[in-house]
């Protein structure tokens, strides 16, 4: 689906954001640094998985997010696979 000015847009019921090249840029420039900042964060190009110190699946990262959102999970579990977890684990 296309706009008047023959720019793709996703159809409204799929809740897709669409951000205007403005936005991109404004975006590019400046770095993720808080957790507010992610409302509107994509990882755009090269993303990869976040895993702590068991392999488990945390996130998606880039280069622009991983501090902010590591930083969103407590320091240990990406450095003990032995850290303590109120929850079972399997592996």
């Known amino acids: 689906m296309r706009n008047q000015h023959g720019r793709a ?3 409204a019921h799929t809740g897709a954001v669409t951000m205007s090249s403005r ?3 404004a975006r590019e ?3 993720v640094q808080n957790a507010d900042d992610l409302e509107h964060h994509e990882c755009d190009g090269f993303r990869w998985e976040l ?3 068991r392999g488990i699946f945390c996130c998606y990262v880039c280069e622009k997010c991983e501090a902010v959102k590591r930083a969103q999970y407590r320091d240990d579990i990406f ?3 032995q850290y303590w977890s ?6």
């Open 29 to 31: 420039r400046f770095p």
């Open 79 to 81: 450095e003990d696979s």
């Open 9 to 11: 847009i996703a159809p």
């Open 86 to 91: 109120d929850e079972a684990i399997d592996e």
């Open 23 to 25: 936005s991109r840029k």
């Open 51 to 53: 895993r702590d110190a």
